[in-house]
């Protein structure tokens, strides 16, 4: 019967370690944010023309996240090592190839291997890779020949349940972590602003003439004025180069549109709460949504917030909504890739005060706000209703782990 040397032992536990933390971590921030997931894996669809599998990318996005997150668990708690190994490693050639397709052909911007958390570019992606391959491919060669462990079934499906929990809570309500602009605490104004002296960047112009009488194609300096002499040269093209990139604010795109024009000032200068409900297409809008703006717009009324509708449908589908609702409910529209970073659901609530974001909720986490509740202000009743969603997630997550921990203990002692 083999039997690995020492040597062996450390060199796979050592891989083992090192594949299993970057897939659970690649896993995980894909996973906690399914709804930014499921949006790259639409750009992707289009890019390789693959747009029926649309209708399926937020449950694909779940499952390639929780496979992910599971192989790394698996990996680390040395669990069916020579499936797994087997599996990592066609993962790893699998995503390499395409990767080096992506790097040459560049059909997105970034590939959202790190979701949100960790923005790499396209060939950054593909030298990743070629550096975790090689692992694969030792880590398989190390644990083929190793004696196999018996069991583990059932730990290995608590694991997978555990791996998909983040993605389904994202999904269902929104995501444990954001990793995007619009996070609570922020304040937009202040994250739009360029601070005092910022870097405006360099930037190099290069013009491309042709001379008329020799048809010769010389580029110049733009302080070059031999060009400007419109008798001998012919303009082609001109060529813009990045030299010192210029300072990005955190927030450059929130706009917000009413029939009048640009609202934007209007809604972050508004004193009091500005209940913003997000809602990707009127007509998704349903009875318990409308009674939830309803109330909001009375409870606004009592307090001196303001109420506001943001969606990506004509200003004119809101009308009936408007009505349905109540007095004092105004429709805007925003860029829809701006609502999907604003809030991470097709419905929800954004709390504004100051500009500030208070607090973001689902819609179907939504509390039905009532007017006896102005005294204590709308920031408890929304918090209130967060703080007891969070700690079911607790509950269930740490009951998960227990049985885990448990599990695992159990299984070792027999």
Same mark, same amino acid.
């Given at each position: 019967?083999?039997? /690995?040397?020492?040597?062996?032992?450390?060199? @796979?536990?050592?891989?083992?370690?090192?594949?299993?933390?970057?897939?659970?971590?690649?896993?995980?921030?894909?996973?906690?944010? /399914?709804?930014?997931?499921?949006?790259?894996?639409? @750009?992707?669809?289009?890019?390789?023309?693959?747009? #029926?599998?649309?209708?399926?990318?937020? *449950?694909?996005?779940?499952?390639?996240?929780?496979?992910?997150?599971?192989?790394?668990?698996?990996?680390?708690?040395?669990?069916?090592?020579?499936? *797994?190994?087997?599996?990592?490693?066609?993962?790893?050639?699998?995503?390499?190839?395409?990767?080096?397709?992506?790097?040459?052909?560049?059909? *997105? !911007?970034?590939?959202?291997?790190?979701?949100?958390?960790?923005?790499?570019?396209?060939?950054?992606?593909?030298?990743?890779?070629?550096?975790?391959?090689?692992?694969?491919?030792?880590?398989?060669?190390?644990?083929?020949?190793?004696?196999?462990?018996?069991?583990?079934?059932?730990?290995?499906?608590?694991?997978?349940?555990?791996?998909?929990?983040?993605?389904?809570?994202?999904?269902?309500?929104?995501?444990?972590?954001?990793?995007?602009?619009? +996070?609570?605490?922020?304040?937009? %104004?202040?994250?739009? @602003?360029?601070? &005092?002296?910022?870097?405006?960047?360099?930037? %190099?112009?290069?013009?491309?003439?042709?001379?008329?009488?020799?048809? &010769?194609?010389?580029?110049?300096? *733009?302080?070059?004025?031999?060009?400007?002499?419109?008798? %001998? #040269?012919?303009?082609?093209?001109?060529?813009?180069?990045?030299?010192? /990139?210029?300072?990005? /604010?955190?927030?450059?795109?929130?706009?917000?549109?009413?029939?009048?024009?640009?609202?934007?000032?209007?809604?972050?200068?508004?004193?009091?709460?500005?209940? $913003?409900?997000?809602?990707?297409?009127?007509?998704?809008?349903?009875?318990?949504?409308?009674?939830?703006?309803?109330?909001? !717009?009375?409870?606004?009324?009592?307090?001196?917030?303001?109420? !506001?509708?943001?969606?990506?449908?004509?200003?004119?589908?809101?009308?009936?909504?408007?009505?349905?609702?109540?007095?004092?409910?105004?429709?805007?529209?925003?860029?829809?890739?701006?609502?999907?970073? $604003?809030?991470?659901?097709?419905?929800?609530?954004?709390?504004?005060?100051?500009?500030?974001?208070?607090?973001?909720?689902?819609? +179907?986490?939504?509390?039905?706000?009532?007017?006896?509740?102005? !005294?204590?202000?709308?920031?408890?009743?929304?918090?209130?209703? %967060?703080?007891?969603?969070?700690?079911?997630?607790?509950?269930?997550?740490?009951?998960?782990?227990?049985?885990?921990?448990?599990? +695992?203990?159990?299984?070792?002692?027999?």
């Amino acid at each position: 019967m083999y039997r /690995p040397s020492r040597k062996t032992e450390i060199a @796979e536990a050592a891989l083992r370690i090192i594949l299993g933390a970057v897939f659970v971590f690649s896993g995980f921030v894909k996973g906690v944010d /399914p709804w930014g997931t499921a949006i790259k894996l639409g @750009e992707y669809f289009s890019a390789f023309h693959l747009g #029926w599998l649309n209708g399926a990318k937020y *449950v694909l996005s779940v499952i390639l996240s929780a496979a992910e997150t599971g192989l790394g668990l698996m990996l680390i708690f040395r669990l069916k090592m020579k499936s *797994v190994s087997f599996l990592v490693l066609l993962f790893m050639i699998f995503f390499t190839l395409l990767t080096l397709g992506i790097a040459l052909t560049n059909p *997105v !911007a970034d590939c959202g291997c790190f979701g949100d958390a960790v923005k790499l570019t396209n060939w950054q992606t593909f030298y990743k890779n070629l550096v975790l391959l090689p692992l694969a491919l030792l880590l398989w060669l190390a644990v083929r020949r190793m004696p196999a462990r018996p069991g583990g079934n059932g730990f290995v499906f608590l694991l997978l349940l555990l791996a998909a929990a983040p993605g389904v809570w994202g999904l269902y309500h929104l995501p444990l972590i954001d990793f995007l602009p619009y +996070r609570e605490g922020v304040n937009i %104004r202040q994250s739009m @602003e360029l601070p &005092e002296g910022a870097d405006a960047g360099e930037y %190099r112009t290069t013009l491309i003439y042709k001379d008329k009488s020799t048809g &010769e194609v010389r580029e110049f300096e *733009v302080a070059d004025t031999t060009w400007q002499d419109e008798t %001998r #040269w012919e303009f082609v093209d001109s060529r813009s180069e990045e030299i010192r /990139p210029a300072y990005v /604010p955190a927030i450059s795109d929130f706009n917000v549109f009413d029939a009048a024009g640009d609202a934007t000032s209007r809604i972050l200068g508004s004193e009091g709460d500005v209940y $913003l409900f997000v809602i990707d297409r009127i007509e998704e809008a349903d009875a318990e949504d409308v009674g939830k703006i309803r109330g909001a !717009a009375a409870f606004a009324a009592r307090t001196g917030g303001t109420v !506001a509708v943001l969606t990506v449908s004509p200003l004119a589908e809101c009308r009936t909504l408007e009505r349905e609702a109540g007095s004092g409910i105004v429709c805007y529209n925003m860029d829809g890739t701006t609502l999907k970073t $604003l809030l991470r659901a097709h419905k929800g609530l954004v709390l504004l005060n100051g500009g500030t974001i208070v607090a973001k909720r689902n819609m +179907r986490d939504v509390p039905l706000l009532e007017v006896s509740d102005a !005294a204590s202000g709308v920031a408890w009743a929304v918090g209130e209703n %967060r703080r007891r969603t969070e700690q079911n997630a607790v509950i269930v997550f740490a009951a998960l782990a227990v049985v885990l921990l448990s599990y +695992r203990f159990l299984c070792g002692r027999r």
